[in-house]
């Protein structure tokens, strides 16, 4: 098993332009999410997907879009990208219940010039 | 919504010594506290949890207490050593599904 996939892994971008980060997951997992992670603010939740046909707002949605394709694949899309969205990503996902451990991708690496 | 606070942001102890980090929380209806390590360069892994029904748990050199009248929780590490060097995160769950993250402790461990 795979666990956690995400890409790109490293990306560079100019202000206002749009990409989006893919995440895939093999463990059958219900619930998705998308972190941002940047130098002494810790994990911030962006979005993320309890279930299948499902997303919500986490604590920093503002800029940022989120489709939950099917239960393996949650992506994560910058419409019009600005520096202040460098950052390092993280896709998770998790089973439901009350274990709840988070299962991270290996981070993307997003600069915004 | 739940707001976690973390403490310290650096530690630094010689090998064999104790680390502890301390977190407190908000939502008083929070029932779940995991701990992630994030080794350098790498993602963040789950390390030890511990649900509100229970005041400690142990694995190995790592602990974990949680005061649910203060609303904080504690991660003990004992005989540190230069592995246990990374980044550490608690967290607490706030519903069935959205954690929240504290900001982060950098642990050194020196030699």
């Known amino acids: 098993n795979a666990g956690v996939t995400q890409t790109p892994k490293f990306q560079v971008l100019k202000t206002g332009q749009s990409m989006t980060l893919q995440c895939a997951q093999d463990?059958?997992?219900?619930?998705m999410y998308w972190y941002r992670q940047d130098p002494g603010m810790g994990l911030r939740l962006i979005y993320y997907s309890a279930s299948e046909g499902t997303t919500d707002k986490g604590e920093v949605p503002n800029g940022y879009n989120v489709s939950r394709l099917n239960k393996r694949e949650f992506s994560l899309r910058l419409e019009s990208a600005a520096p202040s969205q460098t950052s390092v990503y993280f896709c998770?996902?998790?089973?439901?219940?009350?274990?709840?451990?988070?299962?991270f991708g290996e981070g993307s690496r997003l600069t915004v010039l | 919504g739940e707001n976690v606070e973390q403490h310290p942001s650096t530690l630094s102890v010689q090998e064999g010594d104790s680390a502890v980090i301390k977190c407190t929380y908000s939502d008083s209806a929070s029932n779940y506290f995991p701990w992630y390590k994030q080794e350098l360069g790498k993602r963040p892994q789950l390390i030890i949890d511990?649900?509100?029904?229970?005041g400690e748990k142990k694995d190995q050199r790592i602990a974990v207490t949680l005061n649910k009248t203060a609303k904080h929780f504690s991660l003990h590490i004992t005989e540190t050593q230069p592995e246990d060097s990374a980044v550490y995160f608690c967290a607490a769950r706030e519903g069935f599904q959205k954690l929240v993250f504290g900001t982060g402790t950098r642990l050194l461990v020196s030699p």
């Open positions: 463990m059958n997992h219900n619930s």
């Open positions: 511990i649900r509100s029904n229970v």
């Open positions: 998770a996902s998790s089973g439901t219940g009350h274990t709840g451990e988070l299962f």
